[in-house]
């Protein structure tokens, strides 16, 4: 069946680096986009980051853009978040779902709806 993994939170003091990972089975991964949202504590889940089936087109949320990298090694069924300069703010759970078709897209990547496979989420705390 289809399934997604995250790995690689932790905790981390601001100014620091984690790159999560989410690793894929059950399906092609080739064919679809990737998206990676997250959830901190009494807020709703929001859109960080997308990447197409292809690896060509990458959407961030204004709140990561320049910290944020998102790749994906499609022979290792993987992508990755690369977070860089961390701050509090960045403290969440951290999730990957799958989206719906192979694109990226800056217009929908931040609506849950458009993505149908989520994983289990990884906690990154940012703290002093």
């Known amino acids: 069946q289809v399934q997604l993994v995250e790995s690689g939170g932790g905790l981390v003091q601001p100014g620091k680096s984690l790159r999560l990972s989410c690793a894929s089975s059950?399906?092609?991964?080739?064919?679809?986009?990737i998206g990676w949202f997250r959830q901190a504590p009494g807020k709703e889940r929001e859109g960080v980051s997308c990447i197409s089936a292809s690896g060509k087109s990458t959407y961030y949320a204004g709140s990561v853009k320049g910290r944020f990298t998102i790749s994906r090694d499609n022979a290792k069924n993987t992508v990755h978040l690369q977070m860089n300069s961390l701050k509090p703010e960045d403290t969440a759970v951290y999730y990957c779902?799958?989206?719906?078709?192979?694109?990226?897209?800056?217009?929908?990547?931040?609506?849950?709806?458009?993505?149908?496979?989520w994983g289990q989420g990884t906690q990154v705390t940012v703290s002093s």
């Open positions: 059950g399906f092609t991964v080739d064919y679809y986009g």
């Open positions: 779902a799958r989206g719906r078709d192979k694109y990226c897209s800056g217009s929908y990547y931040s609506d849950p709806f458009q993505y149908d496979y």
